[in-house]
């Protein structure tokens, strides 16, 4: 009985017990913490590079409190910043890629703070893709104000993308008109492409590719019947057969065919915008610079070279086997051996070799003016 009351009387001590004091931030920590503030401006983080000064202010100060309550509070703003960005949130209209990281808090450092890893938080909050580390390094010597101001729209960008972008991963980047191959952090391939026209453009978006399908079907968008093949099936019969439109179940729909939209292959990639990567029958557009020609879809150029790559993992699977699915005009959908994540965003800024390319703004997006169709999660 005795033993049951001292372990009765001990527990009610422990939750009687006030709770532990926040930790104080030291002349040390507070000064690295200004010094990470000060790099900040190296990331086109401006605004919050100018608490560094405010930081040190307080350090000089006699006001531990103080010291606390202003460190903490630039600490969690910093770490806002790196996670998300701090300066450009009207350019993110229409952005549906999800980020994976969570909201910076006061909780959040004051536990690093704690344990003595400050750092190791802010190196984490700060994106490490080889184009994202290029564009940092770009900026911190840029002296031009319109190009620093494109070099911080794009590092932002950066911000809002996945950290985790998956170990094998395609990303399309719709302002440069190229889709590129990482595998395990470095490019392995790169295609030419043809994006949304400025009145139909290509959404921002995210979306997981399980196979290819050759030969395929276009299941043609109510918008884009009601735009042309409808009237073409009204007014020249002939012309449509041969094309291979056709109605069936109350859907308009194209056969395969030389004719086919989607040319021999299409990506299968469920998402909500019916957007996918596919091949065209128009080659001859691949040859101008700007290629903003399409209703929203990703025309791809040397189509089955992309889906022999995609491919590659599956036993035995090479160019010819590719080309003898294509030869034998059966509809066929080969699975992938492993999911692949693809990212649809749009750069207006990556790198090249040891320089910058610069890309034309072709959606606006630049100017926080939203393209038509930004926001909209319609089929195109």
């Known amino acids: 009985m005795k033993k049951l009351l001292l372990a009765l009387l001990g527990l009610a001590a422990v939750a009687a017990a006030p709770p532990s004091p926040l930790p104080h931030w030291s002349i040390g920590e507070a000064q690295r913490l200004a010094d990470w503030l000060d790099s900040a401006a190296e990331d086109g983080l401006a605004p919050v590079a100018a608490l560094a000064p405010v930081v040190r202010t307080a350090i000089g100060g006699r006001d531990a409190a103080e010291l606390d309550r202003i460190a903490t509070s ?121 994006v949304g026209k400025t009145r139909s453009p290509t959404p921002v978006f995210a979306a997981t590719i399980t196979g290819v399908t050759f030969n395929p079907w276009w299941e043609i968008p109510p918008s884009i019947a009601a735009e042309s093949v409808a009237g073409l099936m009204r007014r020249r019969p002939a012309e449509a057969a041969r094309r291979g439109y056709v109605i069936q179940g109350g859907r308009y729909r194209q056969r395969p065919g030389a004719e086919n939209a989607l040319g021999r292959m299409k990506l299968v990639m469920r998402n909500p915008f019916n957007v996918y990567l596919h091949d065209t029958p128009t080659q001859g557009l691949f040859a101008k610079d700007v290629r903003a020609f399409s209703h929203g879809c990703v025309r791809v150029g040397d189509a089955l070279g992309l889906a022999t790559t995609l491919l590659s993992e599956l036993p035995g699977w090479d160019k010819a086997r590719t080309e003898a699915l294509v030869a034998g005009r059966k509809t066929v959908t080969i699975t992938l051996a492993q999911p692949l994540p693809v990212y649809i965003a749009y750069f207006t800024a990556e790198p090249d070799g040891d320089g910058i390319r610069y890309f034309p703004d072709v959606y606006s997006r630049d100017k926080g003016q939203p393209a038509p169709g930004d926001d909209e999660t319609c089929p195109r």
């Open 74 to 194: 630039a600490a969690v703003r910093l770490l806002a910043a790196e996670r998300t960005g701090c300066c450009h949130a009207s350019l993110r209209a229409g952005w549906h890629i999800p980020a994976d990281q969570p909201a910076a808090t006061a909780e959040e450092v004051t536990t690093a703070l704690a344990r003595g890893e400050l750092e190791t938080l802010f190196a984490a909050a700060r994106p490490s893709h080889p184009n994202y580390l290029a564009l940092r390094r770009a900026y911190a010597g840029e002296r031009d104000p319109a190009t620093r101001a494109n070099l911080a729209a794009n590092l932002d960008r950066w911000r809002w993308m996945p950290r985790q972008l998956g170990t094998r991963y395609l990303l399309v980047n719709a302002a440069a008109f190229e889709a590129t191959l990482w595998d395990r952090g470095k490019e392995v391939g790169r295609w030419e492409v043809i």
